[in-house]
């Protein structure tokens, strides 16, 4: 079985390399797939033996669907000589309980579905955490909250278009189409676990925003500072609950009933949210 993982970035460095650490160990850096948002020759440094593409960074008009529609582009292609490819952006770990399952490669093998959705979190650096280093990111950060939001989409078996976080089907496969959410597979967005690195991509994000082009990101960009003070300030507020309770709750609750969107012929998981979070056990702390 033959997996591709594939990425989009603009210099979030910290970031590209843990995707690629995590992800090369897995899958092998051959099989990486970096489309660079701009010239940018750390990637390559970063990254040996993952393959770049350097695209244009001169017109930011349209920013996201474009960017969607290229992806999905490069992916088909991809799905031509792939058996599985996994999508997810640059601040994304796709993981696995090692109580449950060996490897993602594993968890995939095991899928007789189309497409496969992980359970989501947000991984948290918490007031008088040590600065981030170079060993993995699990056994740094393990404050965390379940999200319906980042539960995405993030592999297909064949040539699919991902859109906000679910996936296009044909309007008349929306009702039946089917969505899987194994027990034990996760996606871990790393936007919040190093306060270094956010502080970089929210200055990015709002230079971006305040440009002239068409179609630029809304107010999760242009107020990036204030969108991460809330996030913040709702994590504290949260209740902490061991991992058992937290994980079975929000997969009994997310992995069924999938929000099926008409409008979009979209499927994907359900942006509910949850007023508990808890700890990454021990056992995860060689991942990401």
Not at 98 to 112: E, K, M, N
Not at 117 to 145: I, K
Not at 197 to 217: E, H, K, S, T
Request: aromatic share 10%.
């Amino acid at each position: 079985m033959k997996i591709a993982a594939l990425t989009m970035v603009y210099r979030d460095h910290w970031a590209l390399s843990r995707w690629y650490a995590h992800h090369a160990a897995q899958f092998g850096a051959e099989n990486l797939f970096i489309v660079a948002h701009g010239a940018d020759p750390e990637i390559a440094r970063l990254c040996p033996g993952a393959s770049v593409l350097t695209i244009p960074r001169d017109d930011l008009a349209h920013f996201d669907r474009a960017r969607a529609e290229m992806l999905d582009g490069f992916h088909a292609g991809l799905s031509k000589v792939y058996d599985w490819v996994i999508r997810t952006d640059a601040d994304e770990l796709i993981c696995v309980d090692p109580d449950l399952w060996r490897d993602v490669p594993q968890v995939l093998a095991a899928q007789d579905v189309p497409v496969v959705t992980a359970l989501g979190f947000d991984l948290v650096e918490q007031p008088g955490d040590a600065p981030m280093h170079s060993e993995p990111v699990f056994a740094q950060r393990t404050a965390l909250a379940f999200s319906g939001h980042y539960s995405k989409a993030i592999a297909a078996r064949r040539a699919i278009p991902f859109h906000l976080h679910g996936v296009k089907v044909a309007q008349r496969r929306l009702a039946g189409f089917p969505f899987r959410m194994p027990r034990g597979l996760y996606l871990a967005h790393l936007k919040y676990a190093n306060g270094a690195a956010l502080r970089d991509a929210i200055g990015v994000r709002m230079a971006v925003a305040q440009g002239d082009a068409a179609g630029l990101p809304g107010v999760g960009w242009s107020e990036a500072d204030a969108d991460a003070d809330r996030f913040h300030m709702s994590f504290a507020e949260k209740a902490v609950v061991n991992w058992d309770k937290a994980e079975a709750r929000a997969h009994a609750k997310l992995s069924v009933n999938p929000a099926r969107v008409e409008r979009y012929s979209l499927v994907k998981t359900r942006a509910l949210k949850f007023d508990i979070r808890t700890e990454l056990p021990a056992r995860f702390a060689q991942q990401g």
